[in-house]
């Protein structure tokens, strides 16, 4: 029993590995866009388009791959994906041309996407996908901080092309532990989840479009927090602590979800946090002071991470195959790829309060989906 727990400990280290590498280009987002803009002295415009081009690349490549998982050999797919992330990123370190460059970083963005499919997969073939993807989301946030404390330090040192060096040599140094990623291999409950998947189409339909309602307001006001504090007269100082203090909220949720597991369900702890998500995003707005800057930065991002791990949960519960899970994974690229551009839009005629009725509007289209599934996402 003991032995049989440490290989199925090993087989989630190993689904995190693939998440960690698959997801590096939305980690390093910010660290990529200003090396790549300082490097090749482009506009914000022409950046934006290549980490777009790339997020995209990723979205439709776990749709793809997602849609395609059962198959697909996992090892041969840890070691393609892999393998084309590596390659991009050091081929990228090599480049002077920025249309090779937009070239080179969607096909490193399509193998992404093939590892955060391979992932998924992992993950929500286990038992109990609520402790799997909190364990995913604790680990991959702490690995999140020390790959930007890297980026900062690769970025300083040498631009695009010690950033791109950089990360070259730390995904090749974890592509081992992708390979102890392995799921159960039981052919009748995967006949079974087929069978089961062409009767949830509506379903599945329901969850995509509430998490990229939930994502755009939360991808948005991520980009913006810091253009955000400067509005309400905060010192950048003061703005990297609350950030600071935010993102190590964030790591606290999925000891939460830990503990609770599945004892509520997982659609009320999903409607709860989206309602307190809401209020926190309505505190900060409306009153636009540090308090509430603090204050509700950190309910939100707290909430944000609690709803992240229940909906991965309740996809797993779902398609054990890891299908929805990458189809969300997706989404929520997708969300973070289109929210600037959103976002900037609106608020190049508007200050910040008046964003307000369209993160309402928004995330209530998110709760309306979610009441629509009913007791579904429970099972």
């Not at 198959?71 to 090599?94: D, E, M, P, Q, W």
């Amino acid at each position: 029993m003991k032995e049989g727990n440490y290989s199925l400990n090993l087989a989630l280290i190993g689904g995190v590995a693939l998440l960690v590498i698959g997801n590096s280009p939305a980690t390093l987002l910010p660290f990529i866009v200003g090396t790549l803009e300082d490097g090749f002295g482009l506009d914000k415009q022409t950046t934006g388009s290549i980490i777009s081009t790339e997020l995209m690349a990723m979205s439709f490549s776990a749709i793809l791959f997602g849609t395609l998982n059962k198959k697909l050999n996992l090892r041969i797919s840890a070691f393609l994906g892999t393998l084309a992330v590596i390659s991009g990123y050091y081929v990228c370190s090599l480049l002077n041309d920025i249309e090779i460059l937009r070239v080179v970083r969607a096909i490193s963005g399509l193998g992404s996407g093939l590892l955060v499919a391979s992932g998924h997969r992992v993950l929500a073939s286990s038992k109990n996908p609520e402790k799997s993807y909190a364990l995913f989301t604790f680990l991959i946030s702490i690995t999140g901080a020390f790959f930007l404390f890297l980026a900062g330090i690769a970025a300083e040192k040498g631009g695009y092309v010690s950033l791109f060096t950089t990360f070259s040599i730390a995904f090749l140094l974890i592509f081992p532990l992708t390979l102890l990623a392995k799921t159960p291999g039981d052919k009748a409950s995967n006949q079974e989840v087929e069978k089961s998947d062409t009767s949830k189409n509506h379903l599945f339909f329901l969850i995509v479009i509430g998490v990229i309602f939930f994502a755009i307001p939360s991808g948005g006001m991520w980009a913006f927090v810091e253009r955000l504090g400067g509005e309400i007269g905060i010192s950048q100082y003061e703005i990297g602590k609350v950030t600071a203090y935010s993102l190590l909220a964030g790591v606290f949720a999925p000891v939460l979800v830990w503990l609770l597991s599945d004892r509520f369900g997982r659609k009320r702890p999903i409607i709860i946090s989206l309602i307190v998500i809401l209020f926190s995003l309505t505190y900060i707005l409306k009153t636009m002071d540090f308090n509430s800057y603090l204050l509700g930065n950190i309910t939100w991002n707290f909430a944000y991470m609690v709803t992240v791990i229940f909906v991965l949960a309740a996809a797993a519960g779902l398609s054990p195959d890891g299908k929805l899970a990458s189809w969300l994974n997706a989404a929520t690229l997708f969300s973070q790829a289109s929210a600037p551009l959103i976002f900037g839009f609106i608020l190049n005629n508007l200050s910040f309060p008046n964003l307000l009725p369209y993160l309402i509007a928004s995330i209530c289209v998110s709760l309306f989906c979610i009441f629509l599934t009913k007791d579904k996402l429970n099972q």
